[in-house]
Structure formats: structure tokens, C-alpha cells
């Protein structure tokens, strides 16, 4: 499991090298697997790569990132990014509040 965050690093370069169009499911999946595999600090990097692209990170984007940084006792990060959730108009659910 723990390689398995840079396997999905290396298919999402993949993908941008092939000039494929990656989207939000994709960009998501990735920062689960990262946070997944306690790679907090990638899941914040792949985070803010969708926020500077023209890809809008949605619910789950946001709750794997959150994720990441909780299993990582990264709480400062954790309210950072669910900050950056609530200015992007993304409301909080239960889940989010969870994780």
C-alpha cells in the first residue's frame, strides 16, 4: 500500500504528458490513495494543483486532503484546507467533520 501513492503520482503524470484530460473523480482518487498511505503533504500539493489549474476540487477532493493531514496529526493543515473548502463554496457535511 505504501507504494501505491507514487503509482498514482506517476499515472497522473502520465496522463498530463499524453495531454489527456484528467478530472475531478481522477485528481480525487489520487489524494485519497496519498492520504491513504500517509503522504499528507502530497495530498496538499495534488490539492493545490487542482486549485490552480481549471479543475474546481469538489467534496470528496476536499475530505481526502482533510483525511490525509488528520491521519497525520497535521491539524493546522486540516483547518487550512477546510477553510479553503468553505471560501470555494463547498459546504462541510458530517463526513468532513469526521474525518
Keep these: 500500500r505504501k507504494c ?3 503509482q498514482s503520482i506517476r499515472i497522473l503524470a502520465d496522463l498530463k504528458d ?3 484530460e484528467l478530472n475531478v473523480f481522477i ?3 489520487a489524494i485519497n490513495v496519498c492520504a491513504k498511505s500517509g503522504q499528507w503533504e502530497r495530498s496538499l500539493d ?4 487542482m486549485q490552480s489549474t481549471a479543475l474546481e476540487p ?4 476536499y ?6 493531514c488528520e491521519k497525520s496529526a497535521q491539524w493546522a ?3 487550512t484546507v477546510l477553510q479553503q ?3 470555494s463554496q463547498q459546504h462541510p457535511d458530517v463526513i468532513i467533520y469526521n474525518a
Excluded: R
Excluded at 469538489?58 to 477532493?61: H, L, T
Design 46 to 49: 495534488m490539492l493545490a494543483d
Design 58 to 61: 469538489n467534496i470528496i477532493s
Design 27 to 29: 485528481c480525487s482518487a
Design 85 to 87: 473548502m468553505m471560501q
Design 4 to 6: 501505491m501513492w507514487q
Design 77 to 79: 493543515w486540516a483547518l
Design 63 to 68: 475530505t481526502a486532503a482533510i483525511s490525509a
Design 18 to 20: 499524453k495531454d489527456l
